[in-house]
T-cell receptor, first 109, second 114 residues
Framework: QKEVEQNSGPLSVPEGAIASLNCTYS??????FFWYRQYSGKSPELIMS????GDKEDGRFTAQLNKASQYVSLLIRDSQPSDSATYLC?????????FGTGTRLKVLA | NAGVMQNPRHLVRRRGQEARLRCSPM?????VYWYRQLPEEGLKFMVY????????ESGMPKERFSAEFPKEGPSILRIQQVVRGDSAAYFC????????????FGDGTRLSIL
């Protein structure tokens, strides 16, 4: 079992819809969770951090964390074509950050 | 620019040559991580360093690859006797050392082997 799992996609949503990206992790002791966006040919860019159970909202982005079920998700409201990218979930352990392989999102105009 | 600085952005080497990739962490960060990414693939952890110490090199190939983070100057990822399979994007990330804080990435070095 991979330490951090994401569906590779592509996940296709129409413009204006809500995109839902999911991530599960195996280490119950994980405390910090991050979402990065990576455009093709570019480096990962941090978009959200979440540390406690529940929802955290930042503009059109909402991160959701459920430690009991060991999953973290990212919702993107009013999806735009410019949101088309690969979204990486990262989970931090004692000193290391474990990345999922990413979900490719395509927002169709 | 207070962000993570990597250079060069693009590096072309012939098989058998050496490649040196540099990374200066974000101001206030003392921890550096190197990752490799092949096209259409995920980030592969290579090595984690603090100043003058290698903390975890479990993702580094045993031969030809080495990394350092000296007391003064940038972190260096060194690849000796490069082969075609070393062609990839190499990303450096830095953090302040507490994993409740996120990593921040540099723009990467695209290494091409002829």
């Amino acid at each position: 079992q991979k330490e951090v799992e994401q569906n590779s996609g592509p996940l296709s949503v129409p413009e204006g819809a809500i995109a839902s990206l999911n991530c599960t992790y195996s280490d119950r002791g994980s405390q910090s969770f991050f979402w990065y966006r990576q455009y093709s040919g570019k480096s990962p860019e941090l978009i959200m951090s979440i540390y406690s159970n529940g929802d955290k909202e930042d503009g059109r982005f909402t991160a959701q964390l459920n430690k009991a079920s060991q999953y973290v998700s990212l919702l993107i409201r009013d999806s735009q074509p410019s949101d088309s990218a690969t979204y990486l979930c990262a989970v931090s352990g004692t000193y290391k950050y474990i990345f999922g392989t990413g979900t490719r999102l395509k927002v169709l105009a | 620019n207070a962000g993570v600085m990597q250079n060069p952005r693009h590096l072309v080497r012939r098989r058998g040559q050496e490649a040196r990739l540099r990374c200066s962490p974000m101001k206030g960060h003392s921890h550096v991580y190197w990752y490799r990414q092949l096209p259409e693939e995920g980030l592969k952890f290579m090595v984690y360093l603090q100043k003058e110490n290698i903390i975890d090199e479990s993702g580094m190939p045993k031969e030809r690859f080495s990394a350092e983070f000296p007391k003064e100057g940038p972190s260096i990822l060194r690849i000796q006797q490069v082969v075609r399979g070393d062609s990839a994007a190499y990303f450096c990330a830095s953090s302040p050392g507490r994993t409740d804080q996120p990593q921040h990435f540099g723009d990467g070095t695209r290494l091409s082997i002829l």
